[in-house]
């Protein structure tokens, strides 16, 4: 992999790419499972429906049991639930990856700049950051309800880049996801990979971005403001 050079900004995902939340995930599920009578289900089920918000998790959890009419008579009372029972636990399952803490600090170091940006809403996230002593490093947070469209649009990413005045070529987006590297390609933001986290169980090899990294410290290694 070629450095990446004229780099000023970092946009970095949270769920799969800081924060290894997939038991909290599948705690609040099952626990709004459990209300509308349902059974568990895995923890490995539940995180590959991870990574386009809140409402496409509900749907997806849902469509296990349901029909589509039938599961949309029960969407907004499980997305309620799902809510409570996410925002009482939110964190108290989730630990940080290998490397999170020491790669954002080194990507501070380097001079530039961090924005948050989650397809999770934003009541969850930002909490979620103070808890885990992350939010400090990040001058923007954006969550999946900040805008009219998240993740794998592009929006979130361009809204970043004008917040911080920089071109999106000046910008790298860093997630586990499709859905991130989709959403840089489209800003015409560049964007790196961790192999880590959820990609909606499918190999993070298969998606088009300019590299893969273990850590969010060798991103940092990869990438060069000058
Ligand atoms: O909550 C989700 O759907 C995934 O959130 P992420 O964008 O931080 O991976
Ligand atoms: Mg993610």
Known sequence: MSKLTNIKAAIIDLDGTMLDTAADFHVAVNRMRDDLGLTP?????????????????????????????????????????????????????????????????????????????????????????????????????????SFPKKKPDPMPLLQVCQDFALAPAQVVAIGDSSNDAQAARAAGCRVLNVPYGYNHGESIHDVDSDGIVSTLVEAAQQISVD
């Open 41 to 145: 289900l895995s923890q490995e089920t539940i995180v590959n429906f991870v990574g386009k918000g809140t409402e496409n998790l509900i749907r997806r959890v849902l469509a296990v049991d349901y029909a589509e009419d039938e599961a949309a008579q029960y969407f907004q009372q499980a997305l309620a639930a799902c809510t409570e029972h996410y925002l009482a636990i939110n964190g108290d399952y989730s630990s940080l990856y290998p490397g999170v803490l020491e790669g954002l600090q080194a990507l501070r170091n380097k001079g530039l700049r961090l924005a948050c940006v989650t397809n999770k809403p934003l009541a969850f996230a930002v909490p979620l950051l103070q808890k885990k002593g992350l939010r400090d490093f990040f001058e923007i947070v954006y969550g999946g309800d």
